[in-house]
């Protein structure tokens, strides 16, 4: 019964979702095949794992300016290289990691793993990555993997509660 639920949880949110992205030329479905978590279905992993980056907010704290314009910049070649944009807390100040840089030290089974057992400061939403299924999380390393241009540089290293940030540029 519970995985009823969640299978038409799914399929609701994903609706709503694809209905407010726009793509109407893209087809994505969640599905379940036989008892694992709910998944994305795209014409393709690479295009599943662009739809959980966008609709996941990854951009959000992983591309420079992202959020702050509505995704109106920067251009998708320049998605997940990291940001020196702080993110202040009791916790002290952190910052979003290039995913490109993540994605090339490590394999897809490492990604994985680490999506699963990761642990890193907030905003980091380790609990709802954790949720997702083995396929979406191959989805998202295959989309990164294939991002062109730079993969641009180290974000900068956190800092402790009361060390004061630099501002971003």
Known sequence: MTRIIL????????GALAACDGAGERTVTVT???GDLPRVVAPSDVEAGRYLVKVGGC???HTP???MTNGAEPPESEWLKG???????PWGTSYGKNLRLTTQRLSEDEWV???DEGQSLPPMPWPSVRAMSEADR???YRYIRQLPGDPGQPAPDPLPPGAAAPPAG
Do not use: Q, V
């Open 59 to 61: 951009n959000d704290c």
């Open 138 to 140: 191959r989805a998202i």
């Open 32 to 34: 379940t095949d036989g």
């Open 7 to 14: 299978t038409l949880a799914g399929l609701a949110a994903a």
């Open 65 to 67: 300016r992202y959020a």
């Open 83 to 89: 940001s020196n944009e702080p993110h202040t807390g």
């Open 113 to 115: 793993k680490l999506m």
